[in-house]
């Protein structure tokens, strides 16, 4: 069992849909990450937070929208999505900012968007 | 700017053959760290290995090992008599010190096939 547990494992949504995903640590670390992971594509860092405040948004488009109410969870808020965005989707944590530990991934949510 | 290269799209190798994957960088920072993740088909990635700039002194954990050579900016994994579990995508990643943050830049990955 992963200490970073993602869920749902599987979406399928409309264009027109509006769905979350979830991301929840209970690892003590205070650096969480949302990571794109297309077919043929390097990973993609979409954003990061630290102590609960977002430090990165990798240009990414509205569409994808961020929360973190706590250092244990993070949420990726997705609606009106396009096909292209279907991927597997990262959530990773790290202990502690600038520290450079490496980083604990969940099982992803594969997304598939119709 | 910060840059992982990993030029073996995909590997196959039979049960028990040796393999190594490559991973060349590119950092302007004299300090900087150096990752190993392995992706299963399940999905997760899961870490190997840390190194850091100043410690070139290559490692061994079981059938895996690992180079460092600052030299040529390499950071190569190998596996010895591979087993059919070793079959995933391999990442390699660097980070560099002086974000305030764990920002990580992973390379394209190699997916490793084990054939029995």
């Known amino acids: 069992e992963t200490g970073v547990t993602q869920t749902p494992r599987h979406l399928v949504m409309g264009m027109t849909n509006k769905k979350s995903l979830k991301c929840e640590q209970h690892?003590?670390?205070?650096?969480m990450y949302w990571y794109k992971q297309s077919a043929k594509k390097p990973l993609e860092l979409m954003f990061v937070?630290?102590?609960?405040?977002?430090?990165e948004n990798n240009s990414v488009p509205s569409r994808f929208s961020p929360e973190c109410p706590n250092s244990s969870h993070l949420f990726l808020h997705l609606h009106t999505l396009q096909p292209e965005d279907s991927a597997l989707y990262l959530c990773?944590?790290?202990?502690?900012?600038?520290?450079?530990?490496?980083?604990?991934f969940g099982s992803g949510t594969r997304l598939t968007v119709v | 700017a910060q840059k992982v290269t990993q030029a073996q799209t995909e590997i196959s190798v039979v049960e028990k053959e040796d393999v190594t994957l490559d991973c060349v960088y590119e950092?302007?920072?004299?300090?900087?760290?150096l990752f190993w993740y392995k992706q299963p088909p399940s999905g997760e990635l899961v870490f190997l290995i840390r190194?850091?700039?100043?410690?070139?002194q290559n490692e061994i954990s079981g059938r895996y090992s690992w180079n460092f050579q600052k030299s040529t900016s390499s950071f190569n994994f190998t596996i010895t008599a591979s087993q059919v579990v070793d079959s995933a995508v391999y990442f390699c990643?660097?980070?560099?010190?002086?974000?305030?943050?764990?920002?990580?830049?992973f390379g394209p990955g190699t997916s490793l096939s084990v054939i029995p």
């Open positions: 937070y630290n102590f609960k405040e977002q430090t």
């Open positions: 190194r850091n700039s100043f410690d070139e």
């Open positions: 990773a944590s790290s202990p502690l900012q600038g520290t450079n530990y490496g980083y604990t």
């Open positions: 990643a660097l980070s560099e010190e002086e974000t305030s943050y764990d920002k990580v830049i």
């Open positions: 950092t302007r920072d004299t300090t900087y760290y």
């Open positions: 690892l003590g670390h205070n650096a």
